[in-house]
């Protein structure tokens, strides 16, 4: 998993409560991004950050927000308008944004919202 | 449009015998291609990518990845699996247009038993 920390690893909430994941990389990564992996669908790339202070929606921004005030950190905000946030989180960062550059993964949050 | 699929949902394999699991993708211009492995309850590491020149790849733990561009392919391969081998396995390609420019477009992944 790299230099990229995910807390916390396991988090219940009730429906209708915001919830931040924390992500943070010392790879010195430019590129951050966050994913949600549903069982037999594969990752959807809900956000990305290219830079401190700049971030574009993924494919699944709906019900979600993000922040990039540090180039280390970019924390994930689950709002109580994403209608079904019952996932396995992944945050993932990368050197830049090239075509050749992989992505690092962090170890993951599972959230479960009753 | 870009995308990328896994056709095996689960690729069961004797330890000790190659294993094969299977990735194919659309995209326009030179594609960009990635496989990671992931453990349960784990993140995903990355294993190995094509970017140009040789078609066969090789990457982590042994593994090695044929890019085959007139069946525009990119099957992972080992020639003697582990049952430590056994995981979830994602195929990516990279997005060179529109709203997925840059980013990477994941299979649904390939579900790997290694038995002993």
Redesign the interface.
Same mark, same amino acid.
């Given at each position: 998993?790299g230099g990229?920390t *995910?807390s916390p690893k396991y988090l219940f909430r009730k429906e209708g409560q915001n919830v931040t994941l924390s992500c943070e990389q010392n790879l010195n990564h430019d590129a951050m991004?966050w994913y949600r992996q549903d069982p037999? *669908?594969?990752?959807? @790339?809900i956000y990305?950050s290219q830079i401190v202070n700049d971030f574009q929606k $993924?494919?699944i921004a709906e019900g979600y927000s993000v922040s990039r005030e540090k180039k280390e950190s970019f924390p994930l905000t689950v709002t109580s308008a994403q209608k079904n946030p019952t996932a396995f989180y @992944?945050c993932?960062s990368s050197y830049g944004?090239?075509?050749?550059y992989? *992505?690092?993964? $962090?170890? $993951?949050t599972?959230l479960t919202v009753t | 449009a870009q995308s990328v699929a896994q056709p095996e949902d689960q690729v069961n394999v004797a330890e000790g015998n190659p294993l094969t699991v299977k990735c194919t993708y659309s995209v326009s211009g030179n594609p960009y291609l990635f496989w990671y492995v992931q453990y349960p309850n784990r993140g995903l590491q990355f294993l190995l990518k094509y970017i140009t020149g040789d078609n066969l790849v090789k990457g982590s733990y042994g593994f090695e990845a044929e890019f085959n561009k007139s069946q525009t392919s990119f099957h992972l391969k080992k020639p003697s699996a582990l049952v430590s081998d056994s995981a979830l396995y994602f195929c990516a390609v990279r997005g060179n247009y529109g709203g997925s420019q840059g980013n990477l477009i994941f299979g649904k992944g390939t579900k790997l038993s290694v038995k002993p």
């Amino acid at each position: 998993d790299g230099g990229i920390t *995910q807390s916390p690893k396991y988090l219940f909430r009730k429906e209708g409560q915001n919830v931040t994941l924390s992500c943070e990389q010392n790879l010195n990564h430019d590129a951050m991004y966050w994913y949600r992996q549903d069982p037999g *669908q594969g990752l959807r @790339l809900i956000y990305y950050s290219q830079i401190v202070n700049d971030f574009q929606k $993924g494919d699944i921004a709906e019900g979600y927000s993000v922040s990039r005030e540090k180039k280390e950190s970019f924390p994930l905000t689950v709002t109580s308008a994403q209608k079904n946030p019952t996932a396995f989180y @992944l945050c993932a960062s990368s050197y830049g944004t090239g075509f050749s550059y992989e *992505q690092y993964f $962090g170890p $993951g949050t599972r959230l479960t919202v009753t | 449009a870009q995308s990328v699929a896994q056709p095996e949902d689960q690729v069961n394999v004797a330890e000790g015998n190659p294993l094969t699991v299977k990735c194919t993708y659309s995209v326009s211009g030179n594609p960009y291609l990635f496989w990671y492995v992931q453990y349960p309850n784990r993140g995903l590491q990355f294993l190995l990518k094509y970017i140009t020149g040789d078609n066969l790849v090789k990457g982590s733990y042994g593994f090695e990845a044929e890019f085959n561009k007139s069946q525009t392919s990119f099957h992972l391969k080992k020639p003697s699996a582990l049952v430590s081998d056994s995981a979830l396995y994602f195929c990516a390609v990279r997005g060179n247009y529109g709203g997925s420019q840059g980013n990477l477009i994941f299979g649904k992944g390939t579900k790997l038993s290694v038995k002993p």
